[in-house]
Structure formats: C-alpha cells, structure tokens
Nanobody
C-alpha cells in the first residue's frame, strides 16, 4: 500500500504562483510513475503532469511552460510548481502514484483557487 498526502493549495491571484507537494509513504519501492491530476467543478478529472522513474516528464497542453513537475526521491515527494496561474487553473489537485502490481494510489486532494 502507498499513502499520498498533498499540501500547498490555497487562494492566489491571477499571475501568481503556488507549489504543491505530495508526500508518499508505505510501499514506496513499488511506485513507478507519479502524476498530478485536477478536477474543476462540473468537469472530469484531467491529467496535468506526470513524471516517470527514469525522470521523463509530460504535461497537458494547457499548462506547458507554466507548470513544472519534479520528484525528490530522497524525500519520497513529488512537487508541482505552478506559475502564471489563471482562473481556469482553479480545481482540486490530486496526486497519483502508479504502483507495480496494484491499483494506483490517490491522495485526498488539495484545493487551488485562482481569483482576484
């Protein structure tokens, strides 16, 4: 089992920045990819960014050039640095870990609100 705890959400003005953190515990040796998703009210959950064990990354077109996903293996933590935030980035952000031989693990989510 892998447990994930997100933090770092909040209220920020358009153009501002936030950094989300996702701390993993439990069977962390079994984690492959880690990713951030988001879900806005009335919309489906969507992939924001993903990082693999090899260090490669991929981003949704809507966040490319503004968001950066990174992984600190020593701290078992994945980060999402979000810059130039827009109102349309408002959503609950979830961390996901793809686990070998088991269903993926999800965090509880953290709210990000971009508003003036």
């Amino acid at each position: 089992q892998v447990q994930l705890v997100e933090s770092g959400g909040g209220l920020v003005q358009p153009g501002g920045s936030l950094r989300l953190s996702c701390a993993a515990s439990g069977s962390i040796f079994s984690i492959n990819n880690m990713a951030w998703y988001r879900q806005a009210p009335g919309k489906q959950r969507e992939l924001v960014a993903v990082t693999t064990n090899s260090g490669s990354t991929n981003y949704a077109d809507s966040v490319k050039g503004r968001f950066t996903i990174s992984r600190d293996n020593a701290k078992n933590t994945v980060y999402l640095q979000m810059n130039s935030l827009k109102p349309e980035d408002t959503a609950v952000y979830y961390c996901k870990a793809v686990v070998v031989g088991n269903p993926p693990s999800w965090g509880q989510g953290t709210q990000v609100t971009v508003s003036s």
